[in-house]
């Protein structure tokens, strides 16, 4: 019994640790935009753009990953993902203008679509149904706080050793994470799947434009990520410049909120909407849209208030927006069988991105140039609103659950 549980904790812990350094390179951007400004000298609009660019290839990418990894494995695709944005993160060294940046966050986007297309998928095959809230809470806790780190690694490392030096951190270790990914044994498609989960309305790709559940959790989602996108790219910026604290602090602050948060909400939504899950079909819903309604007050506070109110209005708004990180995405990953669940995710990760943080940085930076930071934040408010309407009307899609068993370890291929 011991290897039976040994195994899924053990890939989930590895994928875990892969995705972490996935957002500690995304966001070391973040901490370091005005030192990167001050070098090449380009508007707050055209930095946006330069995170909507990494996110359009990404979502360009993603459709091809369902495809490849059918004909070579999930395993081999993820690994070979990893090892591009990891290589591609070293490449930062010789980046000396903005176009060159602007080709090296090309092949992130690239490199990281396989692994986020496919690492769900293979998470979800490890575990029963009954507990994916749960583990989709670990798996995508390295969100926060791997962009938390990237705030803190560029706000200590870039004033001292130049912009360049934080993007360095996450490389060598992503490519030795991604060679330990070979010794993992591929889990069977579909093993914890009920048998309903497999019928045509389900499991097939012209379903995926007639499912409800699948499409308000996607909506949603969207609505939710064109907020926290927006917020991620520009709060430290907003604390230094609207409200006087200097770059380090502005990330230690934001970084310090996003890591306690990452971990503790992300952690307890996922356990939370598999407890409520014993009692109604639609607990990964419910728990998503509760927690984003109420974040939007503690927004306010934290976007219009100054001193002590704003910084709790931070952490408690944070806290709200990450509650949902476990729940929202396995209520996406539950709403399809798993014949079609990659290409589900891709075809999630390319709506939920398109209407998301795609245009919302540019957009933010395009309302920061006209106006001012603050008022353009009103944006990522209306759009958790959004959000968590779309999400309260998709409960009543969600699916039946049927619980499964403790998963078997596979052979190793």
């Known amino acids: 019994m011991a290897p039976t549980k040994l195994y899924p904790r053990t890939a989930l812990a590895l994928l875990t640790a892969l995705n972490l350094l996935n957002y500690i390179d995304r966001s070391v951007l973040f901490a370091v935009q005005d030192l990167v400004k001050a070098e090449f000298h380009r508007s707050d609009a ?102 938390a780190l990237g705030y803190l690694l560029g706000g200590f490392l870039g004033p001292t050793h130049g912009w360049r030096a934080p993007f360095y951190v996450a490389a060598a270790p992503g490519v030795l994470l991604a060679l330990l990914l070979l010794l993992l044994p591929e889990p069977p498609l579909g093993q914890f799947d009920a048998p309903e989960s497999k019928a045509p309305e389900r499991d097939t790709l012209k379903s995926l434009t007639r499912n409800p559940a699948f499409l308000t959790a996607t909506l949603g989602m969207a609505a939710m990520t064109f907020a926290l996108g927006g917020l991620q790219v520009w709060m430290p910026t907003f604390l230094h410049r609207a409200r006087g604290y200097s770059l380090l602090d502005a990330n230690i602050l934001f970084g310090m909120s996003t890591i306690v948060n990452g971990l503790v909400a992300s952690l307890a939504g996922g356990w939370i909407s598999d407890w409520l899950l014993r009692r109604t079909k639609s607990a990964h819903y419910l728990v998503s849209a509760v927690s984003l309604g109420l974040g939007i007050p503690a927004m306010c506070v934290a976007l219009f208030a100054t001193g002590r109110p704003m910084v709790v209005g931070i952490f408690v708004a944070e806290f709200l927006l990450l509650l949902n990180t476990g729940p929202l995405n396995a209520a996406v990953i539950d709403s399809v069988g798993p014949h079609v669940r990659a290409a589900a995710l891709a075809a999630n990760i390319f709506i939920f991105h398109l209407l998301g943080d795609v245009p919302s940085a540019t957009l933010i930076g395009y309302m920061s140039d006209k106006y001012s930071l603050q008022l353009a934040f009103l944006g990522p408010v209306a759009a958790i609103a959004l959000s968590s309407a779309i999400l309260f009307y998709g409960m009543r899609f969600a699916p039946a659950v049927r619980a499964g068993e403790e998963p078997a370890a596979p052979q190793l291929t």
């Open 46 to 147: 055209a930095f946006g753009l330069l995170t909507s660019v990494f996110f359009i290839f990404y979502m360009c990418a993603a459709p091809f990953m369902g495809p490849l990894s059918l004909r070579f494995s999930r395993k081999r695709v993820i690994v070979a993902g990893a090892l591009v944005w990891s290589v591609a993160t070293l490449l930062t060294a010789v980046t000396r203008n903005f176009d060159e940046l602007l080709i090296r966050h090309t092949l992130v986007g690239i490199g990281e679509a396989s692994f986020v297309i496919l690492s769900p998928t293979f998470i979800a095959d490890m575990f029963p149904v009954e507990k994916r809230g749960r583990v989709m809470g670990v798996f995508y806790l390295a969100i926060p706080v791997g962009t």
